[in-house]
Protein backbone atom coordinates (compact mmCIF):
# COMPACT_ATOMS: atom_id res chain seq x y z
CA UNK A 1 0.00 0.00 0.00
CA UNK A 2 1.83 3.51 -1.06
CA UNK A 3 0.38 6.39 0.65
CA UNK A 4 1.68 9.87 0.18
CA UNK A 5 5.45 11.38 1.36
CA UNK A 6 5.31 13.12 4.61
CA UNK A 7 5.54 16.49 4.46
CA UNK A 8 8.59 18.59 5.58
CA UNK A 9 8.79 19.85 9.11
CA UNK A 10 8.42 23.56 9.76
CA UNK A 11 11.45 25.32 8.49
CA UNK A 12 13.11 22.40 7.24
CA UNK A 13 13.17 24.46 3.74
CA UNK A 14 15.12 27.24 5.43
CA UNK A 15 17.90 25.09 6.28
CA UNK A 16 20.40 24.18 4.24
CA UNK A 17 21.64 20.68 3.50
CA UNK A 18 24.94 19.95 3.85
CA UNK A 19 26.83 17.61 1.94
CA UNK A 20 30.64 16.47 1.91
CA UNK A 21 31.32 19.39 -0.37
CA UNK A 22 32.56 22.74 0.22
CA UNK A 23 35.66 24.03 2.49
CA UNK A 24 37.13 22.19 4.94
CA UNK A 25 39.72 22.90 7.40
CA UNK A 26 43.72 21.68 6.42
CA UNK A 27 44.07 19.67 9.30
CA UNK A 28 40.90 18.06 9.50
CA UNK A 29 42.02 16.45 6.37
CA UNK A 30 45.86 15.66 7.26
CA UNK A 31 45.00 14.20 10.51
CA UNK A 32 42.70 11.78 8.37
CA UNK A 33 45.13 11.28 6.05
CA UNK A 34 47.93 10.52 8.32
CA UNK A 35 46.24 8.93 10.86
CA UNK A 36 46.85 5.49 9.48
CA UNK A 37 50.30 5.30 8.44
CA UNK A 38 51.30 7.14 11.30
CA UNK A 39 49.42 4.96 13.54
CA UNK A 40 51.68 1.86 12.79
CA UNK A 41 54.40 3.32 13.70
CA UNK A 42 53.20 4.18 16.97
CA UNK A 43 52.56 8.04 16.71
CA UNK A 44 48.84 8.84 17.18
CA UNK A 45 49.85 12.44 16.33
CA UNK A 46 52.07 13.74 13.22
CA UNK A 47 52.76 16.42 15.70
CA UNK A 48 55.84 14.56 17.47
CA UNK A 49 57.60 14.56 14.39
CA UNK A 50 56.41 17.87 12.80
CA UNK A 51 57.64 19.61 16.60
CA UNK A 52 60.64 17.24 17.12
CA UNK A 53 62.94 20.76 16.62
CA UNK A 54 60.73 22.66 19.55
CA UNK A 55 60.56 19.37 21.83
CA UNK A 56 64.19 18.23 21.79
CA UNK A 57 65.83 21.89 20.37
CA UNK A 58 67.26 22.43 17.06
CA UNK A 59 71.05 21.22 17.83
CA UNK A 60 69.59 17.56 18.84
CA UNK A 61 66.65 17.93 16.00
CA UNK A 62 69.33 18.41 13.66
CA UNK A 63 70.99 14.78 14.01
CA UNK A 64 68.05 12.34 15.36
CA UNK A 65 65.06 11.17 13.55
CA UNK A 66 62.00 9.92 15.69
CA UNK A 67 60.81 6.58 13.93
CA UNK A 68 58.25 4.77 16.24
CA UNK A 69 56.92 4.63 19.42
CA UNK A 70 56.46 1.24 20.46
CA UNK A 71 54.25 0.32 23.04
CA UNK A 72 53.76 -2.76 25.16
CA UNK A 73 50.33 -5.03 24.45
CA UNK A 74 46.99 -3.45 25.04
CA UNK A 75 49.19 -0.39 26.79
CA UNK A 76 49.20 3.18 25.37
CA UNK A 77 51.70 4.34 27.50
CA UNK A 78 55.10 3.63 28.97
CA UNK A 79 56.37 3.25 25.72
CA UNK A 80 59.68 2.90 23.92
CA UNK A 81 60.24 5.87 21.73
CA UNK A 82 63.11 4.75 18.96
CA UNK A 83 65.17 7.19 17.66
CA UNK A 84 67.83 7.32 14.86
CA UNK A 85 70.74 9.67 15.47
CA UNK A 86 73.33 10.40 12.88
CA UNK A 87 76.93 9.72 14.97
CA UNK A 88 77.64 8.01 18.14
CA UNK A 89 78.81 11.05 20.08
CA UNK A 90 75.05 11.98 19.24
CA UNK A 91 74.18 8.74 20.45
CA UNK A 92 75.86 9.10 23.80
CA UNK A 93 74.40 12.68 24.06
CA UNK A 94 70.97 11.58 23.82
CA UNK A 95 72.05 8.59 26.53
CA UNK A 96 73.44 11.49 28.74
CA UNK A 97 69.99 13.59 28.02
CA UNK A 98 68.01 10.60 28.41
CA UNK A 99 65.97 11.87 31.62
CA UNK A 100 65.51 15.25 30.20
CA UNK A 101 64.45 14.67 26.59
CA UNK A 102 61.49 11.96 28.75
CA UNK A 103 60.31 14.78 30.54
CA UNK A 104 60.12 16.97 27.28
CA UNK A 105 58.15 14.41 25.37
CA UNK A 106 55.72 13.14 28.05
CA UNK A 107 55.28 16.71 28.64
CA UNK A 108 54.40 17.64 25.01
CA UNK A 109 51.86 14.35 25.29
CA UNK A 110 50.68 15.52 28.22
CA UNK A 111 51.00 12.31 29.72
CA UNK A 112 53.29 9.37 30.33
CA UNK A 113 53.27 8.30 26.68
CA UNK A 114 57.32 7.59 26.45
CA UNK A 115 59.63 5.41 29.20
CA UNK A 116 62.83 4.65 27.69
CA UNK A 117 64.68 6.24 24.38
CA UNK A 118 65.91 3.47 21.95
CA UNK A 119 68.81 4.58 20.10
CA UNK A 120 69.98 3.41 17.05
CA UNK A 121 72.63 4.68 14.37
CA UNK A 122 72.02 5.74 10.94
CA UNK A 123 72.06 7.85 7.98
CA UNK A 124 69.78 11.18 9.10
CA UNK A 125 67.82 13.14 6.85
CA UNK A 126 68.86 17.13 6.75
CA UNK A 127 65.81 19.52 7.44
CA UNK A 128 66.10 22.62 5.90
CA UNK A 129 66.67 25.69 8.10
CA UNK A 130 63.95 27.53 8.77
CA UNK A 131 63.52 30.99 6.99
CA UNK A 132 62.80 33.83 9.01
CA UNK A 133 60.90 36.36 6.50
CA UNK A 134 62.22 39.97 6.36
CA UNK A 135 61.07 42.79 8.06
CA UNK A 136 58.51 44.67 5.25
CA UNK A 137 59.52 48.07 4.48
CA UNK A 138 56.63 50.81 4.66
CA UNK A 139 56.69 54.39 2.76
CA UNK A 140 56.72 57.01 5.30
CA UNK A 141 53.05 58.05 5.46
CA UNK A 142 52.75 54.30 6.88
CA UNK A 143 55.12 53.95 9.22
CA UNK A 144 54.30 57.16 10.55
CA UNK A 145 50.27 56.21 11.09
CA UNK A 146 51.94 53.16 12.55
CA UNK A 147 54.02 55.32 14.54
CA UNK A 148 50.84 57.53 15.89
CA UNK A 149 48.58 54.17 16.75
CA UNK A 150 51.60 52.69 18.74
CA UNK A 151 52.88 56.28 20.84
CA UNK A 152 50.79 54.95 23.76
CA UNK A 153 52.89 51.86 24.50
CA UNK A 154 55.17 52.45 27.14
CA UNK A 155 56.95 48.79 27.25
CA UNK A 156 59.60 49.00 24.44
CA UNK A 157 59.97 45.20 23.92
CA UNK A 158 55.83 45.07 23.40
CA UNK A 159 56.23 48.16 21.12
CA UNK A 160 58.64 46.65 18.97
CA UNK A 161 56.80 43.66 18.39
CA UNK A 162 53.41 45.46 17.70
CA UNK A 163 55.21 47.27 15.04
CA UNK A 164 56.70 44.44 13.54
CA UNK A 165 53.11 42.61 13.57
CA UNK A 166 51.51 46.19 12.00
CA UNK A 167 54.34 46.02 9.31
CA UNK A 168 53.24 42.98 8.04
CA UNK A 169 49.59 43.64 8.34
CA UNK A 170 50.48 46.49 6.41
CA UNK A 171 52.37 44.95 4.06
CA UNK A 172 49.49 42.31 3.02
CA UNK A 173 46.91 44.88 2.39
Given at each position: MQ??????PPGAA?????????????????????????????????????????????VL???TLPLKIAYPPGERAGGGLHI???????????AHLEPLLLQRINGHFGYGAVA?????????????????PAEPCLDAQAEAALGEKLAAVDDPELKAA???LGRHLAARR
Open positions: GKPLPDAQPKRGGAGPRAVGEMTERLTRRPLGKRGFAAAALIAEWPAIVGSAAGRVASGAMATQLRLVITQGPVPRRPPRRILAS
